[in-house]
């Protein structure tokens, strides 16, 4: 094979995998951040993934109810949000952002109130790393709508 072409072969293979991370990239094109407030200052995160579930108290519960469940994904651990949820264990204020970073899709809030760290996985090896937090709330606003 000659230099020019391994050359045109060299240039091909890099516009294939320089246009598939292009395609990666493009992918993941909404922001998700978790912020808490803690006293005066807040800390925030970046989420990978997050899903809410409701359920409806039953008939022969007892005292206040936390049915509005949280469950967040991270590519990391963030050890300033741990924190927070191990100092405050009768639960934290925030909020939940997501922002189509096109603009494509009008941006989320959920904002919750009185949040503790139910469950708590950390995996890693070589090549990825994943944290998973399940939050239970006191309350649950999503776009300004209170959630009973």
Do not use: W
């Not at 391994?6 to 990239?25: V, Y």
């Not at 912020?35 to 899903?51: D, P, Q, Y």
């Not at 952002?97 to 904002?111: A, W």
């Amino acid at each position: 094979m000659n230099k020019k072409s391994l050359s045109l072969l060299l240039i091909i293979f890099c516009f294939i995998t320089g246009f598939t991370h292009a395609q990666q990239l493009e992918e993941r094109r909404v922001k998700i951040e978790i912020t808490l407030i803690e006293g005066n200052k807040s800390i925030t995160a970046v989420a990978r993934t997050v899903a809410f579930s409701f359920t409806r108290p039953t008939a022969i519960a007892d005292g206040p109810q936390k049915n509005y469940y949280l469950s967040i994904d991270f590519e990391k651990l963030d050890v300033n949000l741990l924190r927070a949820f191990a100092r405050n264990k009768n639960g934290i204020d925030g909020q939940l952002t997501m922002v189509d970073l096109n603009g494509k899709t009008p941006s989320r809030k959920y904002e919750f109130k009185a949040a503790t760290l139910d469950a708590l996985s950390d995996q890693l090896n070589g090549d990825y790393s994943s944290t998973y937090f399940s939050l239970n709330c006191a309350s649950l606003i999503i776009d300004g709508v209170t959630i009973e």
